[in-house]
């Protein structure tokens, strides 16, 4: 087990930067950009569609320029769009990525696919920022990156008719780009995977296998469930309660109806992401 320190836990702020849903004067998109206080440190987790994470920091009173870490939770546009502006106004923090990360990303409409992926010349023009990292990676102390651990998920890529493109043809895509954010805090462990493409209970399951000695309190995230059956959501909300965790809050990819379903489901323990939405733990 990847071990943790053993100081006094200091509180964690987390803030919804970028989401579908917005509160008060700040604008939404389709995509996510969090910000996570953790030990006196900045984490950055994603920067959404566009330049608009810039505005809603700004807004919400942050300076780009001083955070201290930033997180591509998997290799898809409406998550990596705003990295070029990340790069171009912050010069210091690295970027962590999976090292499968790729402009490999497409989705399957009709008879073409779509490509879906991060700047395509993104990973050559900020090579020196650009960390890849494989296995369980330790961002710092009380803090990890965790890639998926469970076999079979190219069968979820087929499903969602999502592909990467190899040298060798298309292939369903199995999200090993794909990455959970788990913090360490005095409430248990708390993850933040942003689309879930691996599937909730998988990605909980992971982490917990990762972790045995500790708790998992949360989960913070898209579900990717906005076009998901009724009796699909229902069953995912149940194998999110056989878990054991405490909190969920949820957002963009998950959207309305599946949240109102959820909520039905696991009642006061699921949360609705906004922008601006601030979660103390």
């Not at 917005?22 to 330049?51: P, T």
């Not at 300076?63 to 010069?91: C, Q, R, T, W």
């Not at 073409?112 to 330790?138: A, E, N, Q, T």
């Not at 878990?243 to 489901?265: N, Q, V, W």
């Amino acid at each position: 087990m990847p071990g943790f320190c053993n100081e006094e836990f200091m509180e964690t702020i987390i803030t919804i930067i970028v989401d579908n849903k917005s509160m008060d004067s700040l604008s939404g998109e389709w995509g996510l950009s969090i910000l996570v206080q953790y030990a006196g440190k900045r984490i950055l987790l994603d920067a959404g569609a566009s330049n608009l994470f810039l505005e809603n920091l700004n807004s919400l009173g942050f300076d780009v320029a001083d955070i201290d870490y930033a997180v591509l939770s998997h290799a898809h546009y409406d998550h990596a769009n705003g990295m070029p502006a990340f790069f171009e106004n912050n010069k210091t923090a690295k970027l962590y990525v999976r090292d499968r990360t790729a402009a490999n990303c497409y989705a399957k409409k009709s008879f073409f696919r779509k490509y879906i992926g991060i700047p395509k010349k993104m990973l050559k023009r900020y090579s020196d920022r650009i960390k890849m990292v494989s296995g369980d990676h330790k961002l710092m102390d009380g803090v990890w990156l965790i890639p998926h651990k469970t076999d079979g998920l190219e069968s979820i890529g087929l499903r969602e008719l999502m592909y990467r493109k190899t040298p060798g043809g298309w292939i369903p895509d199995d999200f090993s780009h794909e990455q959970s954010l788990v913090l360490d805090t005095d409430k248990g462990l708390v993850i933040l995977n942003s689309c879930s493409h691996g599937g909730t209970a998988n990605i909980i399951e992971e982490v917990k296998a990762t972790f045995p000695d500790k708790k998992v309190y949360g989960l913070i995230g898209g579900f990717h469930l906005f076009n998901k059956s009724e009796s699909e959501i229902r069953e995912a909300a149940g194998r999110i309660r056989a878990t054991g965790i405490e909190y969920i809050c949820t957002g963009h990819c998950t959207k309305d109806r599946a949240f109102g379903l959820l909520k039905d489901e696991l009642g006061d323990m699921v949360n609705q992401m906004q922008v601006g939405y601030r979660i103390v733990i």
